[in-house]
T-cell receptor, first 119, second 109 residues
Framework: GAVVSQHPSRVICKSGTSVKIECRSL??????MFWYRQFPKQSLMLMAT?????????EQGVEKDKFLINHASLTLSTLTVTSAHPEDSSFYIC???????????????FGPGTRLTVL | EDQVTQSPEALRLQEGESSSLNCSYT??????LFWYRQDPGKGPEFLFT???AGEEKEKERLKATLTKKESFLHITAPKPEDSATYLC??????????FGGGTRVLVKP
């Protein structure tokens, strides 16, 4: 139980293009989803928090016009990196929380991550 | 501002050599402390949640404990498959998790 998927697992794109990453909770309804970014050998940095049906809350320093987040349903959130540049290359990981999951309350369950490379 | 510090940054163990990882935290109003395991190129895998000082949780060779200032993850008689990065995170008021830098554990056969 409490499985979160991400698609795609890897994406390579040209500079200036946009890339969409999907995050799905497969066996529970996620009232809240989170997007993180992780650089090599570093820990996770929260980018934004989204609740179903409302606008995402972005962390300080994260450009909301560049990283568009949509949480359209209780099982799906998307992150779109607009006009991607090489400095956006990173490992993006989503997590989901809420509903009836086997773990303790407030536990975030993470997806497998998406490796973005911008050429 | 919530802060989480993990030590050591890296740990090399021989198979069967027990050890402990430390997670020190500063947070206003702890709602929960979480331990995750992360393998290279993958997302974190949930291990434990601890809510109050004195609480302990166990899973196979892992045992997590919590005091008012820190948490320990004890690895008993580790095996090579326990090699991973172990992440500690705290949650105060609200939804956000604040992560430590992680401890990279390598268990050699």
């Amino acid at each position: 139980g409490a499985v979160v998927s991400q698609h795609p697992s890897r994406v390579i794109c040209k500079s200036g293009t946009s890339v969409k990453i999907e995050c799905r909770s497969l066996d529970f309804q996620a009232t809240t989803m989170f997007w993180y970014r992780q650089f090599p050998k570093q820990s996770l940095m929260l980018m934004a928090t989204s609740n179903e049906g409302s606008k995402a809350t972005y962390e300080q320093g994260v450009e909301k016009d560049k990283f568009l987040i949509n949480h359209a349903s209780l099982t799906l959130s998307t992150l779109t990196v607009t006009s991607a540049h090489p400095e956006d290359s990173s490992f993006y990981i989503c997590s989901a929380r809420g509903g009836e999951t086997p773990g303790p309350a407030d536990t975030q369950y993470f997806g497998p991550g998406t490796r973005l490379t911008v050429l | 501002e919530d802060q989480v510090t993990q030590s050591p940054e890296a740990l090399r163990l021989q198979e069967g050599e027990s050890s402990s990882l430390n997670c020190s935290y500063t947070v206003s109003g702890l709602r929960g402390l979480f331990w995750y395991r992360q393998d290279p190129g993958k997302g974190p895998e949930f291990l434990f949640t601890l809510y109050s000082a004195g609480e302990e949780k166990e899973k196979e060779r892992l045992k997590a404990t919590l005091t008012k200032k820190e948490s320990f993850l004890h690895i008993t008689a580790p095996k090579p498959e326990d090699s991973a990065t172990y992440l500690c995170a705290v949650q105060a008021a609200g939804n956000k998790l604040t992560f430590g830098g992680g401890t990279r554990v390598l268990v050699k056969p």
